[in-house]
Structure formats: structure tokens, C-alpha cells
């Protein structure tokens, strides 16, 4: 199975800081990487999916980028909200595997 | 309007058997897949297996074939994750997903909580 790599495991920052967490798959994905957002208690939500495409309703200070082995997801101007775990996700096969999680947290 | 509603809480002892549910509807059950997603207590993600609900073709991760079994009744729309032998580190919210709109998982259940405990 693909194996994927998050870092960091967790950050702290402020409101209205740019918030930057990389994905690496352990071969090439292409561009299948999916960035999910995950609160306390609730379901994931997908953020962006196929790398770099915003999920519709989602906020546009999230983006992503990357291709093949490494990603980025960035948040910019970070709200209130947007204190949460994030996880990507490659759907390059059928065994679709998660990274670890990066936990952002109020500085 | 499309849901993926699942079973309610579970409370089991160790070596007892259970089967939870995942109940779909508002989309073609057997057009997409219905996959399984774990999450231990403050633990991240971990994607389980999955099912193709039209012919039954399941996957499973490595990590948890041969200790669970994905199955669907097409007659109800229902996807189900099932053990025969559960063990206290089964513990965990389990998650039934679908990714109807493509590569990302974009439908989730809103999760039932398995204890398993003596």
C-alpha cells in the first residue's frame, strides 16, 4: 500500500496567519491527493480534492498544491474556524490511505 | 438529498461478534463505492477497506484483513462492517464514506462508536 507522510503531527498559530502542511506519498500519486478537515466530534469534510481543486463551498483562503510524491495544503489568513486536524488522503488506488494528521491549535 | 446513515452505538465484551450498518440513499447504491474508516480515540484516520456495492467486490487494508468483513445488501441499501471476534482494541468511532463526486471522499455517516470492553 502507498504510505503518506504528514508534517508537522501539529502547529500553533494566530488568527490571520498563513498555515502551511506538506503530504509526501511514498510513490508517485500523480495528483490523486484529497486534504480533509476534521473537527471534535464530527465527520471529515473534504477541502480540496485531485491536489489543487476546491471542494464547492469551501472557503477560498484554503488551496493546494504539489504533484506526484509531495503536496501542500495552505491556509491563508487563518480564521477562528480553522482550528481543527487536517489529513490528506491519496486515492491513486483503491486503498485509499490517510496521513497522519496535522493538529492546528491556537498559539 | 444524499445521506450514509449508520448504526447506532455499540457496547461489547471481548470475543463477542457484531455487524454495523450503513444505510444509504438519495444516490445509485451500486454505482459508487462504500468504504470503512477507523478512528481509535484521539487517533487519526486509518482507511479500513471497501466495497463495490453493485458486484460485491471488496478490498481490505492489510492491517485489518482477516479480522473484519465488508459486505452490502443491494436490496437495501445498506453497507455493513462486521467481526466475529471483537478485542478491546477495536475500540474506536468507525465511519462509513463514499466518494459520489469522484477521487475525494465527499459523503460520510456520521460515525458509531464501538466499545469493547470486559
Known amino acids: 500500500d502507498i504510505q503518506m507522510t504528514q508534517s508537522p503531527s501539529s502547529l500553533s498559530a494566530s488568527v490571520g496567519d498563513r498555515v502551511t502542511i506538506t503530504c509526501r506519498a511514498s510513490q508517485n500519486i500523480n495528483s490523486q491527493l484529497n486534504w480533509y478537515q476534521q473537527k471534535p466530534g464530527k465527520a471529515p469534510k473534504v477541502l480540496i480534492h485531485?491536489?489543487?481543486v476546491l471542494q464547492g463551498g469551501v472557503p477560498s483562503r484554503f488551496s493546494g498544491s504539489g504533484s506526484g510524491t509531495d503536496f501542500t495544503l495552505t491556509i491563508n489568513s487563518l480564521q477562528p474556524e480553522d482550528f481543527a486536524t487536517y489529513y490528506c488522503q491519496q486515492s491513486h488506488i483503491t486503498l485509499w490511505t490517510f496521513g497522519q494528521g496535522t493538529k492546528v491549535e491556537v498559539k | 438529498e444524499v445521506q450514509l446513515v449508520q448504526s447506532g452505538a455499540e457496547v461489547k465484551r471481548p470475543g463477542e461478534s457484531l455487524k454495523i450498518s450503513c444505510r444509504a440513499s438519495?444516490?445509485?447504491?451500486?454505482?459508487?463505492?462504500i468504504g470503512w474508516v477507523r478512528q481509535m480515540p484521539g487517533k487519526g484516520l486509518e482507511w479500513m477497506g471497501i466495497?463495490?456495492?453493485?458486484?460485491?467486490?471488496?478490498e481490505y487494508s492489510p492491517s485489518f484483513q482477516g479480522h473484519i468483513t465488508i459486505s452490502a445488501d443491494k436490496s437495501i441499501s445498506t453497507a455493513y462492517l462486521q467481526w466475529s471476534s471483537l478485542k478491546a482494541s477495536d475500540t474506536a468511532m468507525y465511519y462509513c464514506?463514499?466518494?459520489?463526486?469522484?477521487?475525494?471522499?465527499?459523503?460520510w455517516g456520521q460515525g458509531a462508536l464501538v466499545t469493547v470492553s470486559s
Open positions: 466495497i463495490s456495492p453493485g458486484d460485491s467486490n471488496t
Open positions: 438519495g444516490y445509485s447504491f451500486t454505482t459508487y463505492w
Open positions: 464514506a463514499s466518494p459520489l463526486g469522484g477521487d475525494a471522499i465527499d459523503y
Open positions: 485531485t491536489a489543487s
